[in-house]
């Protein structure tokens, strides 16, 4: 009897401890950043581009960057979205009779989730010397939407395996064919975890500086076509920060502010919407 | 007058091997209530599901004969299921509501299957909420989630799904087990009511509720068709032993127990092993009654008893866990 309440008082302990670890971890992250970031942080970096001279220190913003990222990311992350969800629902027993290609494509992504991005961005801008092309948007977001891929397709193949067989069979039993019940029971009930999974592979995309070092080049313009180079807020706060000059370095924190504001609304509306949906799961 | 509706012929299934339907032929008649009665695992849920041919989406199931729906084979390769599945409509043993709201519930059928205007599918939507008698208790959220009504709303609300799509057929498995009982009333007398115009095979193991809604009964025995006829005589005069042990098993468990052996807390085979071990000690013709819990023994106990000669009377839930099996050596 005492054996066991000891046990359970040190499980209790650990189960604190680690809760600590994290939420620690997450305030430490975010409030070096806001300390350091918001002094530095005016509205002259949300409305300008990097004129001559920013990173020397001079006026201007990073407007390029955050337009920039916000293309790169919404691109790679729709582009992801499409590969990835026909890819689960194609990894599910009933469509791929759960044969050994499906499991080889399985390994195949869990191998590419593990992959460090700069093997990516590597990969990437060995295609593009490859075709005598430049970095570029479009260069950039392909890489991004292979980045993501991994994490997303197999976010969605667990939510989909867990569809209940009974809805399935509601949907049948009405004389629905298989598309049709994938398209609007299946889809319906994995909704809220399919926005999950889009939005964590989003996370990932947004985040991610060395797959698009190379590929997607920086620059201080507003890309205008997708065959222009593009600049990016994690490699404006990598560019930043190597800056020799003080008030360059805090101009990095200010932009990783702007990039953690960025995340945190696009969380928000997630989990809004996932909330909305929520609602009509059939548990 | 009576006209058969689905004949079943010969019909075998297995699961991986496991016989679970053995050689059923019986014939189903036009616009009457079809019982099939028998304890759990004996087969009813896997016939009933040939006849839509939900069996296809089990994993390792086979299953060979025929079942003529108006005649036309359904387990002919040239058959469109798809025809098929939309002439009956199911009600499954607890209510799954489709994941939307109340309104597209019953839109989804008509809308697969070509109703477009919005002004018809209300209409439709009407009809059949008031057919189960849920309009004026949902009326004023149509759109709010389906999965917020009571059960017992979900279930009725599973009904008028499965009408909207204007089946001949209405199949249900064991459709009042999850409800409460007065929502089990309104199902039954939803049922009783749309008999005039649908044919209705209803799975269950609540003999009572046989008795009160069927037309004609199925007894069906670890995948054995025992007994089937007109619910009147089959309930007041069955033809087989088993049946009226079934019967009155439920009824009045006055039979004469000779022995009596609690098996619970030992698992198969060792429950098997001991109810043997009992019955050697017995006379010819006397009754041993033992309890298991292992659900396993449930359907292996018998089995395995019927193999060695000796009769199974009763197999009978008695709560939650325990399951009481009377034997006769
Ligand atoms: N999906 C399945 N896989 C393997 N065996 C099954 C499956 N479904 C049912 N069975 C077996 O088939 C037999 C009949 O089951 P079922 O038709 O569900 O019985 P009932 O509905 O009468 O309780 C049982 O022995 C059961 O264990
Ligand atoms: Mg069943």
């Not at chain 2, 009160?212 to 009147?232: F, K, Q, T």
Request: aromatic share 8%; hydrophobic share 45%.
């Amino acid at each position: 009897m005492e054996l066991r309440r000891v046990e359970e008082s040190i499980f209790k302990i650990l189960m604190i401890l680690s809760l600590v670890i994290v939420m620690g971890s997450l305030l430490g992250v975010i409030g070096t950043i806001l300390l350091k970031g918001l002094p530095a942080l005016n509205i002259d970096m949300l409305t300008k581009t990097a004129q001559g001279g920013y990173y020397l220190g001079k006026g201007g913003g990073i407007l390029n960057a955050i337009i920039g990222s916000a293309y790169l990311a919404i691109g790679g992350t729709v582009l992801a979205f499409f590969l990835s969800i026909g890819i689960a629902f194609y990894l599910q027993k009933e469509y791929s009779g759960g044969t050994r290609l499906s499991n080889l494509t399985r390994l195949c992504l869990d191998i590419l989730w593990g992959t460090p991005s700069i093997v990516y961005g590597a990969f990437g801008f060995t295609v593009l010397m490859f075709f005598h092309m430049r970095a570029s948007l479009l260069a950039g977001i392909i890489v991004l939407a292979l980045l993501e891929l991994p994490i997303m397709t197999r976010a969605m193949e667990e939510v989909i395996k867990t569809v209940p067989q009974e809805l399935k069979e509601v949907s049948y039993s009405l004389g629905a064919t298989r598309l049709e019940t994938t398209l609007s029971v299946v889809s319906k009930q994995a909704l809220p975890g399919l926005l999950t999974g889009v939005l964590i592979a989003f996370g990932r995309g947004i985040g991610d500086a060395a797959s698009i070092l190379f590929t997607a080049g920086y620059t201080d313009r507003i890309p205008t076509s997708l065959f222009d180079a593009t600049a990016s807020l994690p490699l404006a706060i990598f560019f930043q920060l190597s800056s020799p000059l003080p008030q360059v370095q805090q101009k990095a924190y200010a932009s990783a502010v702007i990039l953690l504001m960025v995340i945190l609304a696009i969380s928000i509306t997630t989990r809004l919407l996932s909330r909305k949906y929520n609602k009509y799961i059939i548990k | 007058m009576s006209e058969i509706h689905i004949e079943i012929d010969n019909v075998n299934a297995y699961y991986n091997g496991n016989h679970a339907l053995k050689n059923i032929s019986v014939k189903i008649q036009k616009k009457q209530i079809t019982a099939i009665i028998g304890p759990s695992g004996c087969g009813k849920s896997t016939l009933l599901k040939c006849m839509n041919r939900l069996i296809d989406l089990t994993d390792g199931v086979t299953y060979s004969g025929k079942i003529l729906i108006d005649n036309e084979d359904i387990f002919a390769r040239k058959t469109d299921i798809v025809n098929i599945r939309k002439k009956m409509g199911l009600l499954a043993q607890k209510p799954i509501p489709l994941p939307m709201s109340i309104y597209e519930n019953i839109a989804y059928g008509p809308k697969i299957h070509g109703t477009k205007k919005k002004s018809d599918l209300d209409a439709i939507v009407e009809k059949y909420l008031k057919l189960v008698g849920l309009w004026e208790e949902v009326k004023g959220r149509l759109n709010s989630p389906a999965s917020q009504l009571s059960l017992g709303q979900q279930q009725r609300l599973c009904l008028a799904r499965g009408l909207a799509v204007e089946p001949e057929i209405i199949l249900c498995d064991e459709p009042t087990s999850a409800l409460d009982p007065v929502s089990s009333q309104h199902i039954e007398q939803q049922l009783l009511k749309l008999k005039k115009d649908y044919t209705i095979v209803i799975v269950t193991h609540n003999i009572h509720q046989a008795m009160r809604l069927a037309d004609y009964v199925i007894h069906l025995y670890l995948g054995e068709l025992v007994e089937h006829g007109l619910a009147n005589e089959v309930f007041e005069n069955p033809k087989e032993e088993r049946t009226r042990a079934y019967i009155n098993g439920i009824f009045s468990p006055d039979l004469k127990i000779d022995s009596e052996e609690n098996l619970k807390g030992k698992m198969c085979p060792y429950n098997f092993v001991y109810a043997k071990q009992a019955l050697h000690n017995l006379e010819d013709g006397k009754i041993l009654k033992i309890i298991v819990d292992d659900p396993l023994a449930v359907t292996e106990v018998p089995r395995g008893m019927e193999a060695d000669g000796h009769k199974v009377l009763i197999v009978k839930q008695i709560n939650k866990k325990d399951w009481e099996i009377v034997i006769q050596k």
